[in-house]
């Protein structure tokens, strides 16, 4: 048994509970066993000073890349839940669309074995919606559920085929898991690889439309209307999409949303000069697109925050543009590109982006973490939400580099993080 862990003199925030205040958090056992201003430090506690510093529920995202089986040249299960624990993620949903899928129980489970042995993040499988991600023939998904598999998704790609998506909004009602669906018309982005407009033009590169997005979105809404079951949007980068989900919330359809870091704050003017660090599905949109969806997020009609971590290797990225891979290299970015994206400029509160990095999660995914609740797992973030500091993408420590923020001034360090109540990351230089 472990010594209980007490956590004084921080800043708690902690919208589940409508807590912001000067107060201690006392762990017991791996959870929360209280929290307030006034509260006893047992004999044997192990004392961690927060002073200066603000604690919250530990991140969560329910949508990163892991790349292993497979990709491992990329990033493994080990590098990306270390890179998790860097950027105050706790809790991780790893997509199914490794080499090859993980579409059968034996590879959920693998994923699960493996996260827990890193010691690092919670790392948790998501099932291949389809056989091979193939789109043809839905997966066992009761078998997968039973392995551990948190929903089912066949992102890196949509769902195309109708039937097969009313079947699968039908089908995991059973198991009370949601559909995370990759939004797009394959029919209309064929050969894209930037947002269709002026500056594709320009660069002579094919681009992708919004509808291609929005289409997707307008269809998959109707089938949730029609079956029920959980829908959830990911990375929602389109204004007309907006327009969609809002019509789902205002009819309380079982309709969730996410939103990356990325598309929060830039935009298509990145990709001139050809760069491929500022290529990725989808692709970055216009102001007009960035300031849509920082609204819905902060109205509620996108529901949470989600990484997208796609790492890849150095060589790949330094391809012609059109050859490169989509994706960036998110985990240890991601909160300090939402402080400058959505607290410095006023559109949200600190409590508000914890609420949509930890709390909505949990809540929409019915997890029990995102929260400091008495009895809760203790997992736990420590941060600095005022200091500034620059991406350096060598210091990562995932296994991949390929970010288009290199240099830049980011506001809000992580300090620490615990997972279970065992402390799992110490920033350098504060340990």
Known sequence: MSRPLYIEGGRVVDPSQDIDDLAAVLVVDGRIEAVGADISKPDDAETLDATGLTISPGLIDVHVHLREPGGEHKEDIATGSKAAIAGGFTTIWAMPNTDPPIDDPAAVGYVRAAGRAVRASRVMPIGAASIGQQGEKMTEIGELVHAGAVAVSDDGHPVRNSGLMRRLLEYTQTFDIPVLQHAEDPGLTHGGVMNEGRVATELGLRGIPNAAEAAMVARDVLLSELTGGHLHVCHVSARQSVDHLRWAKDRGLAVTSE????HLILTEELVRGYNTQAKVNPPLRLEEDVVAVREALVEGVIDVIATDHAPHHYDEKEREFDDAPFGINGLETAF?????????????TLSGLIDRMSC?????????????????????????????WIVDPARFHSRSRNTPLAGRELTGRIQTTIVGGEIRFVAEGDA
């Open 360 to 388: 909505g999660p949990a809540r929409i995914m019915g997890l029990p973490t995102g929260s400091l609740r008495r009895g809760a797992p203790a997992d736990i973030v420590l941060y600095a939400p005022e200091e500034k």
């Open 336 to 348: 300090g590109l939402c402080m400058q994206a959505l607290v410095d400029p006023g559109y949200m």
């Open 259 to 262: 939103v990356t870091p990325h």
